[in-house]
């Protein structure tokens, strides 16, 4: 097929981070690009994700936030939320970004097509009602909530994340959440502090089993220390309803000792599936694994060289910056540039207060590798901004490799932990050592300071503790 002959240089499917990134790059590139989007333009993470789950988080921790206060004199009495307005000002932040995605495709002259994508052959696509073809695809279609059999969502009493994001009135008195990952302690925290009784249960022994232990663990305490229940090594086999109460058998994994326990409301939070069917791929030689996930290469093309596919749809870690990435990768790999999906880690973060993030390797994936493991810790009660910012739960773990001083990874609870993370991934690319953090300055009093003592600490040379 020639370059003259097709509609579009490059037809991007989803507009999700992935692939309004993809369709923007392209385009700045100089390519003739069409988005086709069947929902709204922001995909999950700025419609139903990330952006609506960051600013009830916001709002709960505002609640928070005023009884703090009074451990320095200022009190306003019981604080009151108005539920019909926290979901609009949530909507409105929403209908504002999704609203600048859509302008941001106007500037950079990307066609935004609007219906449900299918492959008719490898190079034409039928959006909606018409046929379009292009020389190369993008495929950023996402994922979708995974189902628990026994727990079938109705949005109302037993909700997904989508469900879950539309606070309800009254709030339920007990909420439950099904999986202790970042999407089921985030709203955890957002119901505990908007004022529900709030429990997480977790199947593995761990709370986010992708983190390093040390750092879940002491996260756990902290959430726990908040009054949020966190039952690990638990599984729900299914509920009965009775006088508009749920009764859901929980079942302890290790001693195989069941237990019913009464809530208003359920969040089914065990993860994602690949949005990967309905697309035609069988018709565009496009190979998926048992799972679901296209398989692509380091430069994001799948088994149909001009065929890509990026973001969740490809697999883990399913985030935002990880699909965002991916999209540029394809995109300058389509218009020609060396291009590969060649990065040292991806961060993760937990966005409740204090925050779980980190970056690079867990000790254990560190001593699995092979490396001699040193690690530094610096506990935020050693910190003064922490003090004075009346949260000194948590800490920074830093971990290298004895034998070259390379920094290996980094795991914070911290508030805001996220903001300052990302100076462990810039370190991490370029290959940075211990000392080349301990030699850099850093403004005092930040919470960033306890990245900067927790190097020291492998040295032990940290200045603020007994460096044991
Ligand atoms: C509650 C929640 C909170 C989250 N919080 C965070 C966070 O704080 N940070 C973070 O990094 N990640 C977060 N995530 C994950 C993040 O949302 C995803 O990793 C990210 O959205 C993936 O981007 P994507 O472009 O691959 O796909 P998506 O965002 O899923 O977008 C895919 C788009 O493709 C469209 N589409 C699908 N099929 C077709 C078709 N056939 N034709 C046309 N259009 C189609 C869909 O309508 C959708 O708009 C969160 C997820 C959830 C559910």
Redesign the pocket.
């Known amino acids: 097929m020639t370059q003259n002959s097709v509609d579009y240089d490059l037809l991007v ?7 309004y990134h993809a369709a923007i790059r392209a385009a700045q590139l100089g390519l003739k690009v069409a988005c ?4 709204n333009v922001g ?3 700025l419609n ?3 952006i609506p ?2 600013a009830l988080l916001h709002a709960g921790e505002g609640i928070r936030g005023a009884k703090h206060a009074e451990d320095f004199g200022l009190t306003f009495g019981e604080p009151k939320m108005d539920i019909a307005k926290l979901n609009g000002w949530k909507d409105g932040i929403v209908k504002r970004l999704t609203g600048g995605v859509s302008a941001l495709f106007k500037a950079n002259k990307v066609t935004h097509l609007v219906g ?3 492959f008719l052959d490898a190079h034409t696509v039928q959006v909606g009602g018409q046929k379009v073809t292009a020389r190369s695809f993008i495929i ?4 979708e909530p995974a189902n628990l059999p026994p727990f079938p969502v109705d949005q109302q009493k037993i909700v997904d ?1 989508t469900g879950a994001l539309m606070v309800p009135d009254p709030l339920p008195k007990r909420f439950l959440a099904i999986g202790a990952g ?2 089921g302690l985030e709203f955890a925290q957002v119901y505990h502090n908007l004022g529900s009784s709030v429990k997480v249960i977790e199947f593995a022994p761990q709370v986010v089993p992708a983190a390093d232990a040390d750092a879940a663990n002491t996260f756990a305490k902290i959430l726990r220390k908040q009054g949020i229940a966190i039952d690990l090594g638990t599984k729900a086999n299914g509920f009965t309803e009775r006088d508009g109460e749920l009764h859901v058998e929980l079942e302890d994994v290790t001693t195989g000792e069941k237990r019913v326990e009464v809530y208003d409301r359920v969040l089914v939070a065990v993860g994602r599936r690949p ?1 990967s069917a309905n ?1 035609g791929l069988e018709v565009a030689g496009v190979q998926v694994n048992e799972r679901g996930f296209i398989g692509v290469n380091k430069k994001m093309q799948t088994s149909t060289p001009h065929i890509y596919a ?4 490809v697999g883990n870690p ?4 990880k ?1 965002m990435k991916e999209g540029l990768v394809a995109a300058e790999v389509i218009a020609g540039k060396k291009s590969e999906m060649d990065v040292v880690a991806i961060p993760a973060v937990v ?1 409740t207060t204090p925050e779980l993030a980190w970056v690079g390797l867990t000790e254990a994936e560190a001593k699995a590798k092979g490396y001699t493991v040193k690690t530094g810790n610096f506990p935020l009660s050693a910190s003064g901004r922490a003090m004075t910012l009346g949260d000194t739960d948590g800490f920074v773990k830093m971990i290298s490799d004895a034998k070259t001083d390379l920094v290996l990874g980094a795991h914070i609870v911290a508030p805001h932990a996220s903001d300052f993370l990302s100076e462990v991934g810039l370190a991490l690319e370029m290959a940075a050592t211990v000392t080349d953090i301990s030699l850099t300055v850093h403004a005092h009093p930040t919470l960033s300071e306890s990245v900067l003592e927790a190097a020291e600490n492998i040295h032990k040379q940290a200045i603020h503790i007994m460096n044991r």
């Open positions: 499917i989803g507009a999700g981070p992935g692939g086709a989007e069947m929902g995909g999950v993470c139903v994700g990330c789950t960051k449900e994508a299918r950023a279609t996402g994922s994340s970042a999407i949005r697309l990026i973001g969740d749809v399913m985030l935002a910056h699909a966005y």
